[in-house]
């Protein structure tokens, strides 16, 4: 197929995708239709497609621009003929989430979707034990199973495609990322902290009540929730503090109207927030589940890090630089407004938090990002396992509990070890956007002092030297040209080891 009309099939068939994803996990609609977007383009997901798109990634000059768009669209191939094979999944497990409800054994009877929500606001051990059960027992008979089917289809279908030998090579050469580096980085990083997570760990586990080797899965969502910070964050102020800050750098909060915010509560709203950009850059979605407190008002800025990248894209630049590219980038966009909750000054400023208590709550955002860092490198690092093949299903459950449990200290259940993964190796792009914030945001005090975040000249700035590229570049080369140095853990860790002494 000419490369042109590719581009504009494509993008047409994304926008519908991400159109229909929007609509049905906001709560919109009760179901995804799926399978009849991928009908309407058999023409861009056949195999005549697939093996244009290889040759020209093969036939491109090393280092060259068409080499980085044709590895791009080589990318989108393989997943929109795997997202072809899913569809009917995908679908089925959307229609599961909205109508599966978990009964407690009190006789409690809680929508799915809301677990999570009411775990993380329970003080009490033992409910919130007893609602984890009841939802580990729903996932075990229902969502394990799917979610199973589900990657051996996965896997299936890319080795189908016989770009590389097996899943992780197919994903290194059309991501052009290594497994086996970051496996390396993540290794050295649970190493490197382990002695502090430790400390920290047990001072936070103690000042819960909660024993060591206790400590649950549920028990983490509840001690990262930072109730005892509520009032500080009040849910009736958010949206217009928020836009205050962006008012304040230079930029619009909803990119002169392309960014729409969906932040109420709807039933069939997914817990987990999202972007969903549908039109690149005009039609953009921000959607958020309220938990309260604290949670919601970093959830909204890591959003609305997203919104803002893709709301403020070329609208000139082709398709696979507006939609496709290295996600690391928009993790690492939406991970630089977030990670304002561990600025001191911005709390003050925008928050109800005094100086008494700002400390304190740094401390504890120290806590939580350590965990989730660790959390994720020992994610990574089991998924490597999943995807490589070399373990067998059954024996997968136990060792993502025990590889979960060693990083972070807390009990994981063997129900989730199939629940608890990102397809194609996302957690690739967290793992690396959380290198990249940190560097760009040492760039941006270097650039417009401690406070960039309520310099004027800052926004414009974000937006025309990151925002604007889309994810024409990749993480590594955002890194070097906006902030002068090489990905690595190493400014994560210190900012980390900034906090925990706040």
Known sequence: MNLERLRGRAQAFTEDVSREGYLAYSGLKPEAALQAIYARYPDILSDETLGGCLGRFRDAAEGSEDARAARMMLEWQVEARVGRQLASLDEREVALENESVIRVADGRVIPYQRAAIDIANSSDAGDREAIDTARARVVEESFAPLRLERLERELDAVEAMDIAPGYNATFETVSGLSLVSLGAECEAFLRDTASMWD??????????????????????LALFRLREFDDAFPESVMESVIRRNCSEMGLDATAAGHITLDIGDRPGKRPRAFCSPVRIPEEVYLVLRPHGGQADYGTFLHELGHALHFANARADYPFEYRWLGDNSVTEGYAMLFDHRMQQREWLLRYTGLDRNRTGAFLRLAGFEELHFVRRYCAKFLY?????????????????????????????????????????????????????????????????????????????????????SEGQRETAGEVARRAAGADLSFAPLTRKIEALLSS
Not at 201 to 215: D, M, Q, T
Not at 407 to 416: K, M, V
Not at 423 to 429: A, D, Q, V
Request: glycine share 10%.
């Open 199 to 220: 400390s920290v760990l047990n001072e936070r586990l103690r000042a819960f009540g909660i024993a060591r080797g206790e400590a649950t899965r549920a028990d983490s």
């Open 383 to 467: 998924e490597v396992q999943v995807y490589g093949g070399g373990v067998g299903w059954k024996s997968l459950p136990d060792m993502y509990v025990e590889m979960l449990a060693a990083a972070t200290g807390f009990r994981y259940r063997r129900a989730d070890a199939f629940i608890d993964l990102d397809s194609r190796f996302y957690s690739t792009r967290y793992l690396r956007a959380w290198q990249l914030q940190s560097l760009l945001d040492e760039g941006l005090v270097n650039r417009f002092n401690e406070d960039w975040w309520r310099n004027p000249a800052a926004g414009p700035w974000i937006v025309g030297e990151l925002f």
